[in-house]
């Protein structure tokens, strides 16, 4: 007796645990998470359905297999250790049976796969294109046809479809942005194609998918769906040459940025700094955060990215620099600046 | 048995370190290879740890970057390399020769050089972690994340020799299983009477010998690539980091099946014997074992449906993929049929058995998801896989492993594993498995990727995260309980019979532990229950007609005029071969010096070896 105790309570353990995890899930991902299960794109949605169309035949398979093995166990458990049961060796009418029905449902779980495969893959041919290039460990954004270079965020306007060309400049990177759809690798040398549409306005969350180094798990981005008007607002700013520096600490930034290492990396479009190997920091004060999405975009955030970026960022191919905290307070009202 | 006919060999010094470096023995180089993957999986298990404290909350610092990412790399390559797969073929090495009535392995001392070389290629993988840091990007090491201008240090290198040293051993110990089963089964033990974990023993060494070649290949081309300036990888010279995903997964995708296969054979020896029957449907969980070895060949893009492959090509691989779990279904359907109907004894060994049966469904029903392209393109690369292949493989592999280690350990040790503690052991592996690994799957549907050593706060993954972490412990303190069962029964466990679980199979024939000979006679094959048909004659229902009398118990068959018994001498070279290659592999990573000292040890290992005669006694007659 004891013997089946145990093994019952392993079984009712699993199943409390069973039911209490889809309670704390549908709480969380209902609030909050980047799920999979909250789509606001057809893509995303098309394949959120193909997964419960998948979860509704395996969760039947599933009740079906345990309940059958469970039953075995414990009803054909041996009362007497001496017990010798009938010997039966196989029966080939149940081998065809359940051959059959395993890959009849498999042939359907296939054609729906296919379906929604046809039914998504292609981008409509009006969509607006970007190109994605995955930096170690940041996002770099170019809308092509705006003439607009930025990066970790990318700003859509609702309902329209977009086109990403999707590629890297070092390593293998993933683009996912989860409730827009799935992810496509960023692969350097190749240029894949990947498309999204965002039906609802708001901030997604999203980040790298495939492990890329050190700070693999700081590559993160955030995707801004706005309204038409907001878009096209948002473009004329993009749009225009950085801001000059009007305040005298903003000023004095602005030299340190163009006497330092800074300008080795990072481009600011109008002004002498033309690096290519950071994110163009034309427009940085407009975004709502730095270092790959890791910190708000505050002054007291952007000071201590710039006294130890590698502190917040591990890994980060920018380096600490040694500036003085004048040279970071001159720099942060600068850069805040660059609306 | 002392007073039988046979001229019983001349065992060689039986105790002692020396006679373990250098047995030949097909036992002794199964317990090799089981208590050095049993030494791989506290570290492995540790680093688990390691991984789990660091993901318990949001943030943490425990783990980061750099020292994270070599934890990871070195767990996933670990539990692959160094733990699953070298204690399969431990016990394979152990039981198949005794399961098919073989005196020993058809080349002893290239298995000895097998486990020698698993050993110390594992030593060396690990080394890296005192000299200079260990691999870091990932056990599938993606190029071109590991190209000389991303991993500038010694790490990879350490990774790409390690695999290649442990991959001369899986191969020789592959050519040594095929070799042994085709060729040295006892009479009357046709194919059609294999017993199932031989069977898949077989599968699994055919499948070795056709993927490894793949990973060894793309290994030395990275190899290349990072010491000799070529660019098979490299896209700016017009390689192509694919080709490494390619070459790679023609590896990896097999190497799944190669992990799981041998287990579901465990699983087919354990279940029927528990149940007191035969396995139900024997032809087809053969048959789909080597269909699953042969379409295992053809899902390996399947890891690859986000790399921009055109759809068809996505397509075929997502219908390969799902044809695979036909094979699989049968087999699961088989072993339910087992035991149904059967008289269920809940030893130990049965319930991991059934738990294995439980857990891997969720693992097959998960992949189903995965081989769905569309649904793949979300969750690969989410904890949502995490949680898939873990069902696979710890809820798969490795709870078939225990089950196998509590069936056969009175057979290697003559005593039983405790039963009370083996149930405690099943209950902390049970739940603390389930507590780490189900709810990652919701983490997957939640957004979470794998692979990355920290989360903010505020996207829901907390809570989910820390129940993951607290099941990891309980899982840990179920090994913990393992371990302390076997060291408490090898010392003071209770004393087995030579046939304590009532068996089907021929290693139950002979004694517990077996004789370096194996069998004084070799058994004379009927059916495919040897054991059982000796023991339950004719009628089904038949009670037991003699208890196993050894070789007075004799069948038609077996007494012919026995042979004398020759078994191979001892030999110390297969060691030294092996650390040759090893000192060799440290010298291309560390000191030139050690280049000319593993040369020569290699070389003058192989001489000796080759002008050492296998049967010294019989070469002298001649």
């Keep these: 007796m004891a013997r089946i105790r145990g093994a019952a309570r392993g079984w009712a353990r699993w199943g409390a645990v069973g039911l209490l995890i889809p309670g704390v899930w549908l709480t969380g991902c209902a609030a909050q ?10 893509k995303g949605r098309a394949e959120a359905e193909l997964f419960w169309f998948i979860f509704l035949i395996t969760a039947g398979v599933f009740v079906l297999v345990e309940t059958l093995l469970l039953y075995a166990v414990l009803r054909f458990r041996a009362r007497d250790p001496h017990t010798v049961p009938p010997q039966i060796h196989g029966n080939n009418a149940l081998e065809i049976s359940w051959t059959t029905a395993t ?64 590629t890297s400049a070092d390593v293998i990177h993933s683009f996912w942005v989860p409730q827009l759809g799935g992810k496509m690798d960023a692969i350097p040398g190749r240029e894949n194609t990947l498309w999204l549409q965002a039906d609802v306005e708001g901030v997604y969350h999203g ?13 993160r981005l955030r995707v801004r769906v706005v309204s038409d008007a907001d878009f096209q607002r948002w473009v004329e700013a993009q749009r225009a040459p950085a801001a000059q520096p009007v305040e005298p600490l903003a000023q004095q930034g602005y030299q340190v940025f163009m006497s330092k290492a800074c300008v080795g990396c990072h481009t600011i479009n109008g002004t002498p700094a033309q690096g290519k190997v950071g994110p163009n920091l034309t427009h940085v004060g407009s975004r709502t955060t730095i270092a790959a999405g890791l910190l708000e975009n505050t002054p007291e955030n952007l000071a201590r990215w710039l006294d130890n970026p590698p502190a917040i960022k591990p890994g980060s191919l920018m380096p600490r620099l040694g500036l003085t905290p004048e040279e970071i307070q001159a720099l942060v009202a600068y850069l805040s600046s660059l609306k | 048995m002392a007073s ?16 373990w470096l250098t047995t030949v023995d097909h036992k002794r180089i199964g317990i090799l290879y089981i208590l050095g993957a049993g030494f791989f999986a506290l570290i492995g298990g540790l680093e688990a740890l390691f991984i789990r404290t660091q993901l318990a909350v949001p943030n943490n610092q425990v783990l980061v970057g750099e020292a994270y990412n070599q934890v990871l790399t070195m767990h996933g390559t670990t539990m692959v390399f160094l733990v699953v797969m070298p204690v399969l073929a431990g016990l394979g090495n152990y039981v198949v020769p005794l399961m098919i009535g073989a005196r020993d392995m058809a080349y002893p001392r290239l298995n000895a050089f097998g486990v020698w070389m698993f050993l110390l290629g594992g030593l060396f993988l690990n080394l890296s972690f005192l000299l200079g840091g260990a691999p870091d990007a990932g056990w599938f090491g993606y190029a071109p994340l590991t190209a000389k201008t991303f991993s500038k240090g010694t790490g990879i290198d350490f990774w790409i020799l390690g695999l290649q040293l442990l991959g001369i051993s899986s191969i020789t110990s592959s050519i040594n299983f095929v070799s042994t089963i085709l060729l040295l089964r006892a009479p009357g033990l046709t194919l059609n009477r294999l017993p199932l974990f031989a069977w898949t023993t077989l599968v699994t060494a055919f499948l070795i010998l056709f993927a490894m070649p793949s990973i060894s290949a793309a290994l030395f081309l990275l190899f290349l690539d990072r010491h000799l300036g070529t660019h098979f990888f490299n896209p700016a010279a017009g390689g192509d ?25 465990i699983v087919s020896e354990v279940l029927p014997v528990f149940s007191r029957k035969p396995l139900f449907g024997y032809t087809a969980v053969a048959y789909s074992s080597v269909a699953i070895g042969f379409i295992g060949f053809t899902v390996w893009a399947h890891h690859m449906f986000a790399v921009g492959l055109p759809d068809v090509v996505n397509a075929f691989f997502s219908a390969a993929s799902m044809l695979v779990a036909v094979p699989t279904a049968i087999k699961v359907f088989n072993w339910i049929a087992t035991i149904w109907g059967g008289a269920v004894r809940y030893r130990t060994p049965f ?21 769905a392209v569309p649904v793949d393109w979300q969750v690969t690369d989410t904890y949502f896989v995490v949680a898939h292949f873990h069902y696979t493989l710890f809820g798969g592999s490795m709870f078939a492993i225990v089950a196998g280690i509590y069936y056969w350990f009175p057979k290697i040790t ?55 972490t607290i099941g990891a412990f309980i899982l840990a303190l179920g090994f913990v309980v393992f371990f302390a069962n076997i060291a408490r029964s090898l010392v003071a466990g209770e004393r087995a019979p030579d046939d304590p679980w009532d068996g089907h199979t021929l290693e139950w024939l002979t004694s517990s532990p077996p004789p370096p000979y194996n069998f004084a006679r070799i058994p004379v094959v009927h059916s495919r229950r040897p054991a059982w048909d000796r023991k339950y004659t004719g009628n089904p229902h038949a009670r037991p007609v003699a208890e196993i009398a050894g070789e007075n118990d004799r069948q038609e068959g077996e007494d012919a005029p026995e042979k004398p018994i020759h078994l191979p001498a001892p030999s110390i070279w297969p060691l030294v071969i092996a650390a040759g290659l090893t000192v060799f592999a440290l010298g291309l990573v560390t000191h030139w010096l050690f280049i000319p000292i593993g040369i020569l040890l290699f070389a003058v290992g ?17």
């Design chain 1, 207 to 219: 980040q790298c998918a495939e492990l890329c180094g050190v700070s693999h798990a700081n590559m």
């Design chain 1, 103 to 166: 890959a009849l449902g498999l042939a359907v779980i296939f054609a729906m796969t296919w379906r929604t495969m046809a039914a998504t893959s292609a981008p409509p041919a009006d969509a607006m294109p970007v190109k994605v290039t995955g930096h170690q460990w940041w996002w770099e954004f170019e809308y092509p046809t705006l003439g607009i270079t930025t990066a970790n965020e990318l700003v859509i306007p609702v309902g329209r479809p977009v086109r990403l060309t999707v």
């Design chain 1, 33 to 42: 998470s980047p799920s999979i299960l909250a789509p606001v794109s057809p």
């Design chain 2, 351 to 371: 319930l991991f058995a059934a738990a294995f049966v439980a857990l891997f469904v969720i693992g097959g029903l998960s992949g189903l998801f995965l081989a």
């Design chain 2, 4 to 19: 039988s006919a046979v001229a019983l060999p001349r065992v060689y010094e039986e105790r002692g370190l020396l006679s």
């Design chain 2, 606 to 622: 192989l001489a000796r070896w080759a002008t050492q005669p296998l049967f010294p006694e019989a070469a002298s007659h001649s």
């Design chain 2, 414 to 468: 003559g005593r039983f594993l405790d039963e009370r503690l083996g149930r405690l052991h099943f209950a902390l592996q049970f739940i603390g498995f389930n507590l780490t690994f189900f709810p990652m799957h919701f983490l997957g549907l939640m957004g979470m990727p794998r692979r990355i050593y920290t989360y903010a706060p505020g996207l829901g993954w907390e809570s989910l995260n820390l129940l993951a």
């Design chain 2, 241 to 265: 980091p694919l080709l490494w995903q390619h070459l790679f997964w023609f590896f990896g995708h097999p190497e799944v099946y190669i992990m799981i296969l041998p287990a579901m054979g």
